[in-house]
């Protein structure tokens, strides 16, 4: 198994950027392919990237595609999603997750963090 944890959130303008890493534990990191889900209040648990175990795939929601990008260093057991042009919808926490193969599904993955909060504000 992998434990996973996140951090970077904040507050920010909207315009901003900011930069989300998830640390893993474990030498079977490269084992998983990881993902990005995010939750506002009242609302389910969003996809919002992922990407696969070596980095050759990523995938994002139409939402934030063009503005985030997902990738991963494996010799640092460790993924990013880096946030560019925020909006305030884009508010809400941010969780990392790991699974056997990427999925756009909170199904598909069976490790989680425990989410860090990020804040844009108008």
């Known amino acids: 198994q992998v434990q996973l944890v996140e951090s970077g959130g904040g507050l920010v303008q909207a315009g901003g950027s900011l930069r989300l890493s998830c640390a893993a534990s474990?030498?079977?990191?490269?084992?998983?392919?990881m993902a990005w889900f995010r939750q506002a209040p009242g609302n389910e648990r969003e996809f919002v990237t992922s990407?696969?175990?070596?980095?050759?795939?990523?995938y994002y929601a139409d939402s934030v595609r063009g503005r985030f990008t997902i990738s991963r260093d494996n010799a640092k057991n460790t993924v990013y999603l880096q946030m560019n042009s925020l909006k305030p919808e884009d508010t809400a926490a941010y969780y990392c997750a790991a699974g056997i193969v990427t999925s756009d599904s909170t199904s598909g993955y069976d490790f989680w963090g425990q989410g860090t909060q990020v804040t844009v504000s108008s």
């Open positions: 474990g030498r079977t990191f490269s084992s998983y392919a």
């Open positions: 990407i696969s175990r070596r980095g050759g795939s990523t």
